[in-house]
């Protein structure tokens, strides 16, 4: 396709969050004419900026996109290294479980201040336009067709080359792609809801050791704190909302503080604890389910309007930012055709983004529940021993899914493999141990010498054949 060819092509991106606003700078590099279309207004001047704010953890994935559009280094700079989980015991011990080797370490990013940092990054295109205050009412996705309306309440239809739904997981673009025959979709709201709160900083300085992901793990619910770069603490509770409509009072939530996280009581302090638990009520988190990720060559869905995930694995906006750099990819393997990249996109991309969705649901288990576990503790160590020793082989999957770019579908494969592979294995020397103790012992009963019954069956021959276990020695009574 000639670079004027490319010139014509009109993108429509429906969304100015984090995957929007990174989505526009890809598409910006291959000088397309690329419009943004964000219902808020611009975050950057906002006196109150709307949404969630659940502290973010970038990884890898999310890195090697940002590197791809040179932002890398200076999204990194703003970031506060995490190399291990740090696990608060109700007693208030902690003990550390490291996430990978000592250089492997996740980043906790500020989700307000990369949003803002994407946004100036796609207005320095001049091929791009940010358009905000405009909601998308109508999207016709068969013809390339879309009805926006801005702050004068006049729909404007438009018609482009690629609509790209970057809107969420509410994503209305969806709704128009959910009217097309066979695309399915799903969708799930767990019963837990969350709930923010803050540990200030202590003079001056981080109230915890501040390159951990803290977490307070409860079996049923759980609270986890994440640092800032103003020497602050994020930190989320993480409950049923059955468990969160009990706490009615001030005093009802100290003393549920005191009873399952006494040692966080001193760093939040009881009264804004107390002021700041009743500010907004819990909020919910969905998952969501749908295939295909695009319709025809006109519409491709991405981030959390195809995938949205509860955020347990760290991967929502790393996966999203994955979908982006996929797509990039696809788009140089296919010289810009959509009618060739935008299949192959929903053909690589669903089955790891649902992969995903599941791993993220399992791992709420791991961090509420077995993490308490010494059997947890034990596995993770028997995985950084096999993975030290084979290290291309036996790869952790929380390094598979936060540490690499291997598809998530197949880092899912690989786990259930290596799990077997442990397990027979754990088994096998289980049961050699079992034998051996059980030879011991008979030996010891019956009196004789290890060298009579030379192998442990002997015995069995000895038990079958007797019917007890004689008392006699080979010399005599």
Known sequence: MESSDVQRKKIAVIGGGLVGSLNACFLAKKNFQVDVYEAREDIRVAKFARGRSINLALSYRGRQALNAIGLE????????????????SLSGKKSAIPYGTKSQYILSISRENLNKDLLTAVEKYP???VHFGHRLLKCNPEEGVI???????????????????????????????????????????IPHGYMELTIPPK???????????????????????????????????????????????????????????????????????????????????????????????????MGDAAHAIVPF???????????????????DKFNNDFSMCLPEYSRLRIPDDHAISDLSMYNYIEMRAHVNSRWFIFQKNMEQFLHAIMPSTFIPLYTMITFSRIRYHEALLHWHWQKKVINKGLFFFGTLI???????????MSLRPLHYFRRPWDWLAHFQKTGHVSLQTPWGH
Request: hydrophobic share 40%.
């Open 73 to 88: 280094d200076q999204i990194v700079s703003q970031g506060i290294p995490m190399r291990a989980r740090m696990i608060h």
């Open 203 to 301: 003079n001056g300085d981080y109230a915890m050791e501040p390159n951990y992901l803290h977490i307070w793990p409860r079996n049923t619910f759980m609270m986890i704190a994440l640092p800032n770069m103003n020497k602050s603490f994020t930190c989320t509770l993480f409950m049923p909302f059955e468990d969160f409509e009990k706490l009615l009072t001030s005093s009802d939530v100290l003393n549920f503080f005191k009873k399952y996280f006494p040692d966080s009581i001193p760093l939040i302090g009881e009264q804004a604890l107390a002021r700041d638990f009743f500010l907004l009520p819990a909020q919910s988190m969905i998952s969501v389910k749908c295939s295909s990720f695009h319709f025809k060559s006109h519409c491709v869905l």
């Open 147 to 189: 009805t926006v309306v801005g702050s004068d309440e006049v729909p404007v239809d438009i018609t482009y080359d690629l609509i790209v739904g970057c809107d969420g997981a509410y994503s209305t673009v969806r709704t128009y792609l959910m009217k097309k025959p066979r695309f399915d979709y799903s969708q799930q709201y």
């Open 313 to 331: 694995f760290g991967q929502g906006m790393n996966a999203g930012f994955e979908d982006c750099l996929v797509f990039d990819e696809l788009m």
């Open 434 to 444: 079992a034998i051996g103790s059980t030879y011991l012992l008979m030996c010891a």
């Open 127 to 129: 091929n791009v336009k």
